[in-house]
């Protein structure tokens, strides 16, 4: 690369931008050409490690051969590298017509986020930070192993953010690395902003109720999925990495199992599973019940339901969709609202709108009941994506009981597992009963 | 033996309470239903010995790859149609026979064909699905029934009602001549293995089946069949047991849970069984599937792009089992049951004769391989 060319080159990639300053350093037979962008640099360290030492040393030859010595010394492989490299912060040094790249680069978000979405009353609540760079040290802080991975692919047109992929070489499934790296050549978009995008884009069917990656906050999780073989993708400025293959035995895990004694974390989990069952059928069991098969329970049981349904007007599956309805509502106000108005929301909606709607025989006494009963153990799922697939799976599952009675109620759920069962997660199977057999080797084998 | 081996084998096995197998036992139940029963089991047991024996050598193939390989394709195609048929017949019996549960027991008021719907849909696209897949469906949906179905035999045993002098009474007709018809009920029981032909595909390993595997089938079969024609009788007295319609159901709904939610045994057992019902069909369409994707290459039929070639059977498939629902009534389907397994039972063991061949001629093809 001849230099007046590439410095012509250089102006005209940056002719855009306003913020592309050029230092022309010269004093005691030493010349230096520095281009960054001001925005991007940190200031201070460029003053130390390049500005000061300029004017103490004593020859070009010593300032070079130092330069080359700084841990952020970077070589150049390409011109587009340059363009790009410089758009990320790093600072181009022109010294005795060579180019070099120097990381000086001041990232604000590199601290590290408390834990907000999986919140756990023990262990860390630390979660990862904004920044790719720290993340990546989080992981490495945690997880020892020399076969620990990290690879780097630019994604997005416009933006070009930087996406890790991460895993442990030695438990990796290869063929799942493969179409992971496959997928991602081949996404195509102009803006990539959040880990949860490639999910959308990197999957075999978009159109999915399930997430087949699951996205986390929690350095802990990450480790652990880690050391189960998976591939993590991280994208800069996300504090949110992704996990796959994932299953579905994934999503109702939580990290606090860890923290907790054998029994405890044993009564916990069937707690969880009952919390799932319950908000998936509860409702559609309420419609079953009141509109087809009333003798479905004992005599005082299914009396009790129907008194309480006096005076309410409208069928069971009117009165489930429209408790549902807001319940939903309420969900979301609540994620939207600002902190201090929030409490307000949900003592409006939660008890006002509770007492007035019965009083008002809208819904019946136990309709309301069911309902934050849902919505309660909706919560218990510690997985939110999976809280959110469960919520429209729970109208999918009221609808055909509505139409097809208990029977439908049962055999729909049937269908969900083997919707469940059907998926697949990057080659894996989404759900089925995994066998901890002493002997390894298994009697069976995929088709 | 792998687990899911076991699973084919009991579903078949569980599932005859809710098909006709009880009634027609019933029917005679004063000539020989004991007696079939006890030669049901010993037939019964050495033909899943001979089955499983015979595809254990193959591990991994099914009946139509072993077939092809073997046998000229004026035999195998029309063959292999033949067994789709049956199966598809097998999935129907246990399809209709729930749709009637379903009208006289849960929802009377719905059209009968909404109520078969419900079954077909859930069950049709399962049947699609690949093998390995159908088998995990099966063991989820196993393992969230097979407790509660343990429970109600629990209740049943456990009843005060359950007067064991009628079982002594029904026991003491064993000297009886045992009838074909009888016979071919219990015979039917066992039957499950033969689903092998479709999901030995599953099975990619050797396994071990010695005579620890084969007892403990055995002693299941004898547990269900025990179960399933003594226990009515111990509830419903011996006399005119075989005027009942659904045995099983007067049974269960003669049973109480005092202090639960729900207190008719009747409905905890039909939701259930409606369970077991689901894979019941699901594994026996999934295999009639496989025969006649294999024999008409559906794979290849092609519109625009798109593999139309599986949804041909699936569309014919629902249109047989609608236009059935709603044309057969109980008396009918009950011959129709009983006339099918009579056929099983002459066609299952003839099958092994095939087998015989099919092994002889692999041997050779190995042979001439090697030199």
């Known amino acids: 690369m001849s230099s007046k060319d590439s410095i012509k080159w250089i102006y005209d990639q940056f002719k855009d931008t306003n913020e592309l300053i050029e230092k022309n350093m010269e004093y005691d037979n030493k010349h230096l050409l520095l281009f960054y962008i001001k925005s991007l640099i940190d200031m201070d360290m460029l003053e130390k490690f390049v500005i000061k030492p300029f004017f103490e040393m004593s020859s070009e030859e010593q300032l070079n051969l130092y330069l080359h010595a700084l841990p952020q010394f970077q070589e150049i492989t390409s011109k587009e590298q340059v363009q790009l490299e410089v758009m990320k912060g790093n600072t181009l040094i022109v010294i005795q017509n060579e180019y070099y790249l120097l990381d000086f680069r001041l990232s604000k978000n590199d601290e590290v986020n408390q834990t907000s979405i999986e919140t756990t009353i023990h262990g860390s609540q630390l979660a990862f930070s904004d920044n790719l760079a720290t993340n990546i040290n989080i992981i490495r802080t945690n997880y020892h192993q020399p076969s620990l991975t990290v690879e780097y692919i630019v994604e997005g047109e416009v933006n070009q953010h930087k996406v890790a992929i991460i895993y442990d070489k030695d438990k990796v499934k290869t063929n799942v690395l493969d179409t992971i790296r496959e997928k991602l050549q081949k996404v195509d978009k102009q803006l990539i902003s959040s880990t949860t995008q490639l999910n959308n884009y990197i999957n075999d069917k978009p159109i999915t109720i399930f997430p087949q990656m699951i996205m986390t906050e929690r350095p802990d999780r990450i480790i652990y999925n880690l050391a189960g073989g998976k591939v993590i993708l991280f994208v800069d400025g996300n504090p949110q990495a992704v996990a796959t293959p994932a299953v579905f035995f994934d999503f109702m895990t939580t990290m606090e199992d860890n923290y907790h004694t054998f029994v405890i974390s044993l009564f916990l989990r069937i707690l969880r599973y009952a919390g799932l069952f319950l908000s998936l059928l509860l409702p559609a069991v309420y419609v079953g019940v009141t509109s087809f098969t009333p003798e479905v329970f004992r005599t005082e049981l299914a009396l009790t339901v129907a008194g309480s349904r006096v005076g309410v007007p409208f069928s069971s599956f009117i009165e489930v969709l429209f408790m549902l309805f807001f319940m939903e509502l309420l969900l979301e106000a609540s994620i939207r609202l600002p902190k201090a108005v929030s409490a307000t929301a949900t003592t409006v909606g939660g008890l006002i709108l509770g007492t007035a709607v019965t009083e008002a025989s809208l819904a019946s006494n136990i309709m309301v009941i069911i309902v934050s009963a849902v919505a309660i153990s909706t919560f218990v799922i510690p997985v939110n994506e999976m809280a959110f697939s469960i919520r429209v799976v729970r109208l999918l599952l009221i609808l055909i009981t509505s139409v097809f009675g208990l029977a439908g109620l049962v055999l729909g759920f049937f269908v969900l597992l083997m919707y469940l069962v059907n998926m697949d997660s990057f080659g894996e199977p989404y759900l089925r009963i995994y066998a901890f057999s002493k002997n390894k080797k298994s009697s069976e084998e995929k088709t | ?371």
Not at chain 2, 102 to 131: D, H
Request: glycine fraction near 4%; charged fraction near 15%; charge should be positive.
């Open chain 2, 1 to 371: 033996m792998s687990r899911y081996y076991y699973y084919l084998i009991l579903i078949n096995m569980v599932a005859n309470i809710i098909a006709s197998v009880p009634a027609i036992l019933f029917q005679y139940h004063k000539d020989g239903a004991v007696s079939s029963m006890i030669f049901g089991i010993v037939a019964g047991t050495i033909l899943v010995t001979v089955y499983t024996r015979f595809f254990n050598a193959f591990p991994g193939m099914t009946l139509p790859d072993l077939l092809k390989k073997t046998t000229s394709k004026w035999f195998y195609k029309p063959f292999l149609v033949l067994l789709a048929v049956m199966w598809f017949l097998a999935g129907l019996i246990t399809l209709v026979t729930f749709t009637f549960l379903l009208i006289r027991y849960v929802t009377p008021e719905m059209p009968i064909t909404q109520i078969s719907l419900t079954l077909i849909l859930s069950v049709i696209f399962g049947c699609l699905m690949r093998t390995d897949r159908v088998l995990y469906t099966v063991e989820l949906v196993l393992l969230l029934t097979f407790p509660l179905i343990l429970f109600i035999f629990y209740k049943a045993y456990s009843s005060k009602s359950l007067n064991w002098d009628f079982v002594k009474e029904a026991a003491l007709y064993v000297n009886q001549m045992p009838h074909v018809n009888s016979f071919g009920a219990c015979f039917f029981l066992f039957l499950g293995v033969a689903n092998l032909f479709i999901f030995n595909r599953f099975f990619t390993q050797k396994q071990k089946f010695k005579l620890k595997h084969i007892s403990i089938i055995g002693i299941i079969a004898t547990l269900t069949l025990f179960t399933t024609y003594f226990i009515p009788i111990g509830f419903n007295g011996f006399e005119s047991i075989d005027k009942l319609v659904y045995p099983w159901i007067s049974t269960s709904d003669s049973l109480r849970m005092e202090f639960f939610m729900i207190e008719r045994v009747l409905f905890v057992f039909l939701f259930f069984y409606l369970g077991i019902a689901f894979l019941s069909i699901l594994i026996h369409w999934h295999v009639s599937m496989e025969f006649l994707r294999f024999v008409f290459n559906l794979d290849n039929i092609k519109f625009k792009g798109f593999k139309v070639g599986k949804f041909i059977p699936v569309s014919i498939f629902i249109a047989i089992s609608l236009f059935l629902v709603r044309r057969l009534n109980e008396y009918q389907l009950f011959q129709i049951s009983s006339t099918l397994y009579n056929g099983l039972v002459i066609i299952f063991p003839l099958m092994i004769i095939l087998f015989f061949f099919i092994k002889r001629r692999m041997k050779d093809a190995e042979e001439a391989k090697q030199n």
